[in-house]
């Protein structure tokens, strides 16, 4: 691979004093350009990147105070070194003009064979010190961008993953383990806010013979349906949840008596009810089924640590409804 040497621009109105300055720097390490004034300085630097500037002052047309000034308002050459060459630097008032010009430094006429070699190094080793910041700076920079971009992604899928825990994969309804957070989570709200609530075990009746009578894809086209039935006839603050196989669970919050949540179960058990068309694997199927809901519900008296005892209460009015003929919710009993 080919090193890229560095740049040093040259700019003197006599060519003896160029052909000098090419033989006193000829194993500085740099590739040296020439100018023979002011314009073709100002053309060059706009078309190389230089590490030093030789500026020589006394020119014709252009003397190097004003070459400097230019390059100082240019904003991506106001920061490259000028070394004025002259001899007119004896005295302080030249030298001070050629700091306000824009000079880093300068040398006086005659050249110091030395002096001239030991500061072009000087700023050749800045430059390079320069470059390696700028490159260290470009490559942290790219890393905090793969940073920021592996830490988003690393988020997407911990939310997934977390969503997955938490979720039933088939109908995306949260499953059992997020049931009982809610359900605690409702009896804490019920507690503080002095609130009914109620829950509402559902199970599906007939969903066996859909299974059997057209297999598994046509019980999973059909649990899909039965989720997306739920969830558009019930509010955002209630929580449905797929318990396993045909099996859902319903928190209703804020249910102000027993009979309210009995009525939204009627009113869910129709809907469940209706016909479905399913697609299963291009081929249309019918199916017919039905829902045994029991219901239990939860008041601000009851023990803030009953959640078992809600389950079974309504648990147990689900088995109520389906000895009773099916397809119809029953009331627990013993729910206050």
Request: proline share 5%; glycine share 4%.
């Given at each position: 691979m080919a090193v890229t040497l560095p740049k040093i621009l040259i700019?003197?109105?006599?060519?003896?004093?160029?052909?000098?300055?090419?033989?006193l720097l000829a194993h500085v390490g740099a590739?040296?350009?020439?100018a023979r004034g002011g314009n073709e300085a100002l053309a060059l630097c706009l078309d190389h990147e230089f590490a030093l500037i030789l500026l020589d002052v006394n020119m014709p047309d252009m003397d190097g105070f004003e070459v400097a000034a230019l390059l100082g308002e240019a904003e991506?050459?106001?920061?490259?070194?000028?070394?004025f060459v002259t001899a007119a630097y004896a005295d302080d008032l030249n030298r001070l003009k050629g700091y306000r010009s824009g000079a880093v430094d300068y040398i006086a006429k005659p050249i110091n064979d030395v002096i001239l070699q030991s500061k072009v190094r000087v700023f050749l080793e800045l430059y390079a010190a320069r470059a390696d910041l700028q490159r260290a700076l470009t490559e942290l920079s790219e890393r905090n961008r793969q940073l920021t971009i592996e830490m988003a992604e690393r988020e997407v899928v911990e939310s997934m993953v977390r969503h997955q825990a938490s979720h039933d994969?088939?109908?995306?309804?949260?499953?059992?383990?997020?049931?009982?957070?809610?359900?605690?989570g409702a009896i804490q709200r019920a507690q503080r806010q002095?609130?009914?609530?109620?829950?509402?075990?559902?199970?599906?009746?007939?969903?066996?013979?859909?299974?059997?009578?057209?297999?598994?894809?046509?019980g999973d086209a059909l649990l899909q349906e039965i989720a997306a039935r739920l969830m558009a006839n019930l509010r955002d603050s209630d929580t449905v949840a797929r318990l396993g196989g045909d099996e859902f669970a319903l928190i209703l919050e804020d249910i102000d008596s027993p009979d309210i949540a009995l009525q939204l179960c009627r009113n869910l058990c129709a809907a469940i009810g209706k016909p479905y068309r399913l697609i299963v694997q291009g081929v249309a199927v019918d199916a017919r089924i039905g829902a045994s809901i029991g219901i239990a519900s939860y008041s601000p008296g009851s023990r803030s640590d009953a959640d078992e005892q809600l389950i079974q209460s309504a648990d147990r009015a689900m088995y109520e409804a389906k000895r009773a003929g099916k397809n119809r919710c029953v009331l627990s009993e013993d729910a206050s």
């Open positions: 700019v003197d109105d006599t060519y003896a004093n160029l052909v000098a300055m090419r033989r590739e040296l350009i020439e991506h050459l106001r920061d490259t070194p000028i070394i994969m088939l109908t995306g309804l949260p499953n059992r383990v997020l049931f009982h957070d809610r359900l605690h002095q609130a009914r609530f109620a829950l509402a075990c559902i199970d599906i009746d007939g969903f066996k013979n859909v299974n059997d009578q057209h297999g598994h894809p046509a």
